[in-house]
């Protein structure tokens, strides 16, 4: 699967958002080296902090099956923005850690997408060897 069809499945997983306040659509789909993609949207609340962006809810979906930043080949993030968006500062920490640091992503909106890495988009990022002793 290339990065136009991946794109393509995250707008499909877009179709699932639950964003009533933001109105703010938003898709991930996450392609595994087998060939699996696991989809996420993003689902708000009323209490405004428990809701969750597309990509975590993905990368959450995929790691509840036993996937594992190894596994993962590919994340697509798609929205109907006028620009193309980019992660959110939390969900940049979350991808720092759950995928490996040059897996690509593919960021789009309808008329044009660019292809990052985590990190590139969270240089300098706390993580896991910071805690080791
Ligand atoms: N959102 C995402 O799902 N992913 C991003 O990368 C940026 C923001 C969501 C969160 C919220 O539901 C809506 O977009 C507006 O911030």
């Keep these: 699967m290339n990065k136009e069809e991946l794109i393509r499945e995250a707008f499909q997983a877009m179709n699932n958002t639950y964003s009533p306040y933001s109105h703010f659509p938003v898709g991930a789909a996450l392609l595994t080296k087998d060939g699996r993609i696991f989809y996420g949207a993003n689902i708000e609340n009323a209490s405004y902090p428990a809701g969750n962006c597309a ?17 993962i080949e590919a994340l697509a993030i798609v929205s109907e923005g006028k620009r193309v968006s980019s992660p959110c500062g939390v969900c940049r920490q979350v991808l720092y850690e759950l995928l490996n640091p040059d897996t690509p992503i593919y960021l789009a909106n309808r008329n044009e997408s660019k292809t990052v890495t985590p990190s590139e988009i969270l240089p300098d990022a706390f993580g896991m060897e910071d805690l080791a002793e």
């Design 55 to 71: 990509e975590r809810s993905a990368l959450f979906a995929a790691y509840s099956r036993g996937v594992r930043r190894e596994d």
